[in-house]
């Protein structure tokens, strides 16, 4: 690690404050990526900004929607709620170690490419609330690690609207456990949406996959549909095509979880 | 009779406790009033020549001590890390040895390799420091496939070709006049891929020296701390072997890795001396995947004749071996004489040629890992073995049977130099076949295939050379030192005992293992007994842990020092008990006279040895402790059938393994708990070659599997619940019987692997690592 000055807010004021102060400002959350970005001095910000403090843990049941503060665990979600898919995604994510340690916030706002929960969020029709403002899901991944999240916003938490159906299906990078492609499919309000996580640079809508789903919710309804991987990621571990091949199989499995 | 806690006995490790808590000792837990802190700076580049080093920034610095680059090493006359074998080429020459400084000098030729080290007062100014020193590169392009290493670009001015030696073994002619007349041939292209270490703890070492006596202390991650020892005085310059103490505390993992004497250990220990303050270093992970030896990486091509009945007639192998850019120190040997010598197997196969070039390349340094050359030669002949049957339409149990060296025929000579002591190959296979119901296995495949799933089933017989090593055959084949083992038992006036060993336990459970057979021995307490190792100032000498050489070459001496301790209590209780030697029996803890009722305790002899009251002194020194050199006589074959049984997910390529059955044959086992623990790991580190792990340089030189991000070490997850059995035919030549058993399972297994994954995708090779896209790949006919 390089020196750095370290704040621990307790309001969300005081936070914003402190990293418009900052010269060279970053948030810590769960700092699984973080803390290690920083150990090894990939990272030299001049102030790290812990949350921590902040009242922003808990999960929340509303009619129609479960709203998730953006400092809750992984393994607090992992633990189960009202939306079963994705409690089964979180207890995908890392191992024990980084589930009692990383949060959904955190998560969302680093959009790290092979991160879980960005395929829950798009899938599902998600809503990231941030001290700046709500943002949809549709909107909010916009790149490699890039995002809609404004300068110095936080986010506070995101609300999943309660789908009808739901599952996540994941194939793990051998290695880093990561998601090499991890698609949820999800039905709600009779609107079907495929999330795709680690596939491309950030979270994506399979829209082919979803029209032929709102067609027909069946797995044969996906077979010889076409996933476009020349923009995905390519690594020693699963080429793009390798990669488009998993976004049908995986695709298919989460439809026959819940057909 | 096997009591609870003596040979034979599954007794609980010793050391557990400590490892489990938290309070073992390891080198990182040594600190040293004064204690300053090195980092050393590495090359990003695979291959540059270095213009110029600058480390006045870094000298500015608050808290930097010392900046030393490869010249100052040089200009106090620190000489370069030598390899300890002597291997020469077909035509009689020497392997050529290219100079490798400790810290690079002039040229750098692997990413990671050291060309300056800071020393501060805290581990962050050194850092500092080191991110300070500025230098002048000039790239070159970098040697990295080992394919079309030999002939490229040469990287070490003395080394025409980057070839260090051709080997070969065997008889040529013989062999090519087999394959001329034989049937059928089997022929396979196959790589052995590049593997990583990852031993649990990083390297580290904490160097000290004291002014007033020139007493110098190295506290070092080393299975062979007498051997970092005389190294370090006798080829690098560091200090007199006498006026060097290297103590090697517990030590979390070393799979071969910490075998050799690095550079980092050098300079710490030579800088400390300059300083005259404690210096520590230890790898962060990163440096640990850049800088450790790495494993393996051989390519071959490997031919198998056989009669129309499928017995073996000749055997032909061609490989190609990676050196990296330096020879660390027992690398020219690992693909030659731990390789070709173990190309026989299990088999009768009278005509065998194999010749290897080792090459150099621009990256890290390769050498011993875990089997160290029998995995690479198992893999070469299971892999041929099992696919000539499927060429021929045997039974791959089978065409084994058929082939083996049957146990009439032991002592067996190989056409490759190694003569077999024991064996009954044929008593594995079968227990390994009722283990893993071979019979029904078809039905397994059909349900496999029921749920969409293929489904393979693959052996793996192999042998491995054991029990490292008879001296005068390891010198006469170009070793640098003896490989016996030295043993010293110490008894206390009160009766308990110290032995001292100079293997070293980093996992192994030395500390359970070697008090086991003493206390059986001496029929004391097991409590009552403590093993010392790893320190040169506590044990005479010795030559370390690795070859599965510990039970079988330091524990026989062992013996034979327990053996002079009890012959000396023997006359000293004859004394005592007024009777004669040869009147006096032995028998659990117990002197007695023969047909009396007459006896004494070892503790009394011992405290009669201590308090010489009673004691013959005119014909016997005081004192109870005695010392012995063992060196074996021949090597010891440890040998056995893996059967493993997978199941592929044909949309994925995900391979699962569903079954796996080890069935070994150690010779007698002192703990069969510890063994069985050492096989699990064995088969995990086989397993996770076959499917998971893989050493990766891209083209331009720089690794990319440089953190567990990318790297797949195998996790329990990945891994079956294992059945491991045992048959056992005795070692005819070392008192225990014992043949070895820590590399055993890292040798079998992947051949068993990979055999059953061809199997079930019905392809003649898959590459190893057999990742999901890889296999899906091979689905797809590409």
Redesign the interface.
């Known amino acids: 690690?390089y020196?750095f000055n370290y704040h621990k807010p307790d309001d969300m004021a005081a936070a914003q404050q402190m990293m418009a102060d900052a010269e060279d400002g970053v948030y810590l959350s769960g700092g699984m990526t973080l803390i290690p970005t920083l150990k090894?001095?990939l990272a030299s910000p001049t102030d790290v900004i812990d949350l921590s403090g902040l009242a922003l843990s808990g999960i929340e049941l509303a009619d129609d929607s479960l709203t998730i503060g953006a400092l809750t665990l992984h393994s607090e979600v992992a633990a189960g709620n009202e939306i079963l898919s994705l409690s089964n995604l979180a207890l995908a994510i890392g191992d024990a170690q980084v589930r009692n340690r990383g949060t959904i916030g955190g998560s969302i706002a680093n959009s790290d490419p092979g991160a879980d929960y960005p395929a829950a969020v798009v899938a599902l029709g998600a809503t990231i609330n941030t001290t700046a403002g709500a943002i949809d899901a549709d909107d909010y991944f916009q790149g490699l690690f890039e995002t809609a999240l404004k300068p110095g916003a936080i986010v506070t938490s995101v609300t999943f609207p309660l789908p009808g159906r739901a599952a996540y299906e994941k194939?793990p990078n051998?290695?880093?456990r990561y998601a090499v492609v991890g698609v949820m499919v999800a039905e709600t309000n009779g609107d079907v949406r495929v999330g795709v996580t680690g596939a491309g640079p950030c979270a994506y809508r399979q829209r082919n996959f979803e029209q032929a789903l709102a067609d027909n919710f069946s797995v044969a309804a996906l077979d010889g549909l076409e996933v476009d991987y020349t923009e995905f990621n390519s690594?020693?571990?699963?080429?793009a095509e390798?990669r488009g091949?998993?976004v049908g199989?995986m695709a298919r499995r989460a439809v026959a979880q819940i057909i | 009779m096997t009591s609870e806690t003596g040979i034979g006995a599954s007794v609980k490790r010793k050391e557990d406790a400590r490892f489990i808590t938290g309070a073992g000792h390891y080198t990182d837990d040594i600190n040293q009033p004064g204690q300053l802190y090195a980092v050393f700076v590495r090359s990003m580049y695979p291959r540059a020549e270095i213009r110029s080093i600058d480390v006045s920034s870094a000298l500015a610095m608050e808290g930097v001590m010392a900046a030393y680059t490869g010249a100052d090493l040089a200009a106090d006359g620190i000489g370069d890390l030598p390899c300890g074998w002597m291997v020469k080429s077909k035509d009689g020459s020497d392997m050529i040895q290219p100079p490798h400084p400790p810290v690079a000098v002039s040229v750098v030729n692997y990413v990671g390799e050291p060309y300056a080290m800071v020393v501060a007062e805290t581990l962050q100014a050194a850092r500092d420091g080191a991110e300070a020193v500025t230098a002048d590169f000039n790239e070159i392009p970098a040697v990295v496939d080992l394919a079309s290493a030999h002939g490229a670009d040469q990287i070490h001015e003395a080394v025409p070709g980057n070839q260090c030696y051709d080997w070969e073994l065997g008889d040529r002619e013989a062999t090519d006049a087999a394959f001329a007349s034989a049937d059928h041939v089997t022929s396979l292209d196959i790589v052995n891929n590049r593997l990583i270490p990852n031993a649990m703890e990083p390297r580290a070492a904490v160097g000290m020296y004291e002014a007033a006596t020139g007493n110098y202390t190295l506290y070092t991650t080393s299975q062979n701390p007498h051997l970092a020892r005389l190294v370090l005085a006798a080829f690098v310059n560091v200090a007199a072997e006498s006026k060097l103490r290297v103590i090697a505390p517990d030590v979390g993992g070393g799979f071969g890795s910490k075998i050799f004497v690095y550079a980092e250990e050098t300079a710490v220990i030579w800088a400390a001396g300059k300083l005259a303050r404690a210096i520590k270093w230890r790898a962060d992970r990163s440096e640990s995947f850049l800088a450790d030896a790495h494993g393996r990486d051989h390519r071959t091509r490997a031919e198998l004749a056989l009669n129309a009945d499928g017995t073996f007639v000749g055997l032909r192998v061609k490989t190609v071996a990676n050196m990296g850019a330096y020879l660390s120190l027992f690398a020219s040997s690992v693909p030659t004489y731990l390789y070709g010598t173990l190309l026989a197997g299990q088999y009768r196969t009278p005509a065998i040629y194999v010749e290897v070039q080792s090459v150099f390349t621009n990256t890290a340094p390769v050498d011993a890992y875990r089997g160290a050359g029998r995995p690479e030669a198992t893999y070469v002949v299971e892999r041929l073995v099992e696919t000539a049957a499927r060429e021929l339409g045997k039974d791959p149990a089978d065409i084994r049977r058929l082939n083996f060296i049957q146990p009439e025929d032991f002592p067996y000579e190989t056409p490759v130099a190694l003569t077999y002591d024991t064996g009954d190959y044929d008593a594995s296979l079968k227990k390994a076949i009722e283990l893993i119901g071979y019979d029904d296995f078809a039905e397994r495949k059909a349900s496999s295939e029921a749920n969409g799933k293929k489904r393979g089933i693959g052996f793996s017989c192999y042998i491995e050379a054991c029990g490292l090593a008879p001296s005068q055959v390891a010198i006469s084949l170009g070793a640098g030192v003896g490989l016996f083992e030295s043993a010293e038992v110490r008894v206390d006036v009160t009766g308990s005992v110290s032995v001292m060993t100079g293997c070293h336990s980093h996992g192994q459970g030395h500390e359970t293992t070697f008090a086991q057979i003493v206390s059986d021995k001496l029929g004391i307490p097991f409590e009552n007994v403590d093993v010392v190792h790893g320190d040169t100032g506590r044990s005479d000498y010795g030559l370390g842990t690795y070859g599965s050489r510990s039970l079988v070459v330091g524990g026989s001496a062992i013996v034979k020092a327990t053996d002079k301790v009890i012959a000396k209590s023997r006359k000293i209780a004859a004394h005592m008990l007024e009777s004669t030697e040869e009147n006096v029996d032995f028998e659990e803890g117990t002197f007695s006279v023969t047909d009396s009722n007459q006896s004494i305790t070892f503790p009394e002899v011992a405290f009669s040895a201590y308090v010489p009251g009673n004691y013959p002194l005119d014909e016997l020194e005081p004192g109870l402790s005695e010392k012995a050199f063992y060196d074996p006589e021949n090597f010891t074959y440890p040998a056995g059938a893996h059967i493993c049984e997978v199941e592929v997910d044909p949309e994925t390529g995900k391979v699962e393994i569903v079954n796996f059955v080890a069935v070994d044959d150690f010779g007698e086992i002192i703990n069969p708990m510890i063994v069985a623990g050492q096989v699990h790991g064995g088969l995990a580190q086989g397993i996770g070659q076959a499917l998971l792990e893989h050493g990766i340089y891209d083209e331009s030189g720089q690794l990319v599997t440089g953190s567990y991000m990318d790297y797949t070490m195998p996790r329990a997850d990945d891994m079956p619940n294992f059945v491991v059995d045992t048959t056992v035919t005795p070692c005819t030549h070392n008192p225990l019987g014992a043949k070895g058993c820590g590399e055993a399972g890292a040798i079998g297994s992947t051949a068993a692997v990979m055999n059953a994954l061809t199997d079930a995708l019905g392809v003649v090779d898959v590459p190893m690592p057999a990742t999901p896209e890889t296999v899906w790949r091979a689905m797809e006919g590409e």
Request: charge should be positive; avoid cysteine.
């Open positions: 690690m020196r090894a001095r194939f051998p290695a880093s690594d020693i571990h699963a080429s390798y091949h998993l199989v």
